[in-house]
């Protein structure tokens, strides 16, 4: 059974950091990419960052790439996201999935079958 649990939002100032975390149970979590998406009222959900299931590649959406950084520690079943630099536009609940296959890097949302509820991040301006 795959549970997702993200934590780390929160309200912060502009120009601020936070770090959301997303742990992993129930699966081999060193064989699945992982994913962060967003999604801001109204608005459909956006990707926002992927990492390979080894944690040797990642993808970054261009209006987060140089701000945001994604990592994960396979011994914790724990993806990071770590953002600096947060703009009132980043306000948004953010989610982190893995996808239904193993192995499987990609960005595409489709390719996305387990989710968490999601944590909140609001940027103040």
């Known amino acids: 059974q795959v549970h997702l649990e993200e934590s780390g939002g929160g309200l912060v100032q502009t120009g601020g950091s936070l770090t959301l975390s997303c742990a992993d149970s129930?699966?081999?979590?060193?064989?699945?990419?992982v994913a962060w998406f967003r999604q801001a009222p109204g608005q459909e959900r956006e990707f926002v960052a992927a990492?390979?299931?080894?944690?040797?590649?990642?993808y970054y959406s261009d209006s987060v790439k140089g701000r945001f950084t994604i990592s994960r520690d396979n011994v914790k079943n724990t993806v990071y996201l770590q953002m600096i630099s947060l703009k009132p536009e980043d306000t948004a609940l953010y989610y982190c999935?893995?996808?239904?296959?193993?192995?499987?890097?990609?960005?595409?949302?489709?390719?996305?079958?387990?989710w968490g509820q999601g944590t909140q991040v609001t940027v103040s301006s």
């Open positions: 990492i390979s299931w080894g944690g040797g590649g990642a």
């Open positions: 129930g699966r081999s979590f060193s064989d699945y990419a």
């Open positions: 999935a893995a996808p239904s296959s193993s192995h499987t890097f990609t960005i595409a949302k489709t390719a996305y079958s387990y």
